[in-house]
């Protein structure tokens, strides 16, 4: 089965209405909506990676599989960060490799494939997400399983 990956939040005023998803798998590759329940259900199965539920059930970023900051849609064409340091207006997400390559997605869904060396560029501005820096080898979050006893081990 194909994972799906957070992209955006999207806000009404001070509410949360929803995320954006993509899911590669499906003709090249659609955005999906969902609410925050809708969300909840599929990280709960496993089917989208980028957001993990808290203690309480609450929905927050996997910042252990590299998500650590994603835009938030406020308005038609209007994008912010959830980390308010960010100096990125876009942020992209990693969702397949491809060789030496990474295919990613913008947070206004426009996708490119970058090398090694841009990912790890992206990673120092904080502007990527689902990667990880282990040493010089980067990890993708699909590569990673969180073990019970809170190891993270490669699949």
Do not use: H
Request: proline letters at 2%; aromatic letters at 8%.
């Amino acid at each position: 089965m194909d994972k799906k990956f957070i992209i955006n939040r999207v806000d009404l005023g001070q509410r949360v209405t929803g995320y954006e998803v993509f899911n590669p798998g499906v003709n090249g590759g659609e955005v999906l909506g969902m609410t925050a329940k809708q969300l909840s259900e599929a990280v709960k199965s496993g089917e989208v990676l980028g957001m993990v539920l808290d203690g309480s059930g609450a929905l927050k970023l996997d910042e252990a599989k590299g998500f650590r900051a994603i835009m938030v849609k406020t308005g038609v064409g209007t994008l912010t960060s959830t980390d308010p340091a960010a100096v990125a207006n876009l942020m992209y997400t990693v969702y397949r490799r491809d060789g030496e390559n990474y295919k990613v997605i913008s947070s206004r869904f426009g996708r490119q494939t970058f090398c090694a060396d841009k990912i790890k560029a992206l990673l120092d501005l904080g502007a990527v997400n689902g990667v990880v820096l282990n040493g010089d080898t980067i990890k993708c979050a699909w590569e990673w399983e969180e073990m019970p006893q809170g190891k993270t081990v490669k699949k």
